[in-house]
T-cell receptor, first 115, second 109 residues
Framework: ETGVTQSPTHLIKTRGQQVTLRCSSQ?????VSWYQQALGQGPQFIFQ???????GRGNFPPRFSGLQFPNYSSELNVNALELDDSALYLC??????????????FGSGTRLTVV | RKEVEQDPGPFNVPEGATVAFNCTYS??????FFWYRQDCRKEPKLLMS???SGNEDGRFTAQLNRASQYISLLIRDSKLSDSATYLC??????????FGAGTTVTVRA
């Protein structure tokens, strides 16, 4: 059983650019959530995808968007990057029957630096 | 106000010591609670769920007080490998987990 994999692991972008981060969910998991973790802070919920549709969204602007594919993998897209977007972006998958917050599997994250 | 507030620490303790810290939550709709552990620059990993009756997992004891909206974690007989950031997490069954900013624990030899 494979875990959650994210790519790339590190990324440096210039302010104003666009970025796409990718996540492959754990086998058997059909729900993917994305979190942003700034330095010294806890992860903040961006949005969740289930069956290829956005299932819930946190307090992030529309320039943060996502996709989920039929194989349950997911992308996070951020347009018009700002310096404050510099953070660790975490993908978490969960599956049917998962025990709520105990059933999330996190990927190792993508560290995005905006300069 | 953040949904989950934690004492950031750091807690610097010798091996073998007991260390305890807590968090408070403001969302009364929160149903379930967890402690996650995060090592430096790594992903969070579930440490344990927290039950109202209190629960233990080896050297770790978690308590939940719903009336005071307060959660605690106690680590007995600290090991060097317990050095990490501990994240308090609430789940209000609204698609997201609400994380605190974390409490940093450093266990020294």
């Amino acid at each position: 059983e494979t875990g959650v994999t994210q790519s790339p692991t590190h990324l440096i972008k210039t302010r104003g650019q666009q970025v796409t981060l990718r996540c492959s969910s754990q086998s058997g998991h059909n729900t993917v959530s994305w979190y942003q973790q700034a330095l010294g802070q806890g992860p903040q919920f961006i949005f969740q995808y289930y069956r290829e549709e956005e299932n819930g969204r946190g307090n992030f602007p529309p320039r943060f968007s996502g996709l989920q594919f039929p194989n349950y993998s997911s992308e996070l897209n951020v347009n018009a990057l700002e310096l404050d977007d510099s953070a660790l972006y975490l993908c978490a998958s969960s599956g049917p029957g998962s025990d709520r917050g105990a059933g999330y599997t996190f990927g190792s994250g993508t560290r995005l630096t905006v300069v | 106000r953040k949904e989950v507030e934690q004492d950031p620490g750091p807690f610097n303790v010798p091996e073998g010591a007991t260390v305890a810290f807590n968090c408070t939550y403001s969302n009364s709709a929160s149903q379930s609670f967890f402690w996650y552990r995060q090592d430096c620059r790594k992903e969070p990993k579930l440490l344990m769920s927290v039950y109202s009756s209190g629960n233990e997992d080896g050297r770790f004891t978690a308590q939940l007080n719903r009336a005071s909206q307060y959660i605690s974690l106690l680590i007995r007989d600290s090991k060097l490998s317990d050095s990490a950031t501990y994240l308090c997490v609430g789940d209000a069954y609204d698609y997201k987990l609400s994380f605190g900013a974390g409490t940093t624990v450093t266990v020294r030899a």
